[in-house]
């Protein structure tokens, strides 16, 4: 059974970093993607950022580009998402999430159509940018 554990979140003020982690348990290849979604109060869920462990191919969502950076620590199974330069509008729920298809976890982390849900969904931790 796959399970993803997320940890990282907290409240910082505008321009503060943090940094979430997200470790991957259960995967019985190597050949998964990673990412991360995050909810606002009243908003609909959306992509921020995704990798790919076997090739280190990334995504970021427009908003966080030149602020976040996604990584990830192959030898540990964890993913870490580094929040530079934070923003009130950055306040949310944090999602990680997975799946074997990085194509189907990337499409979702754009908004676009995939054939399928993402399989794999941590509980989320909450980020807070405080003004």
């Known amino acids: 059974e796959v399970q993803l554990q997320a940890s990282g979140g907290g409240l910082v003020q505008t321009g503060g970093s943090l940094r979430l982690s997200c470790t991957a348990t259960?995967?019985?290849?190597?050949?998964?993607?990673i990412g991360w979604f995050r909810q606002a109060p009243g908003k609909e869920r959306e992509g921020v950022s995704t990798i790919t462990r076997s090739t280190g191919g990334t995504y970021y969502a427009d908003s966080v580009k030149g602020r976040f950076t996604i990584s990830s620590d192959n030898a540990k199974n964890t993913v870490y998402l580094q929040m530079n330069s934070l923003k009130p509008e950055d306040t949310a729920v944090y999602y990680c999430?997975?799946?074997?298809?990085?194509?189907?976890?990337?499409?979702?982390?754009?908004?676009?159509?995939?054939?399928?849900?993402?399989?794999?969904w941590g509980k989320g931790t909450q980020v807070t940018v405080s003004s």
């Open positions: 259960g995967f019985t290849s190597d050949d998964y993607a």
């Open positions: 999430a997975a799946d074997e298809s990085p194509l189907i976890l990337t499409a979702q982390a754009m908004g676009l159509p995939a054939n399928r849900p993402v399989k794999y």
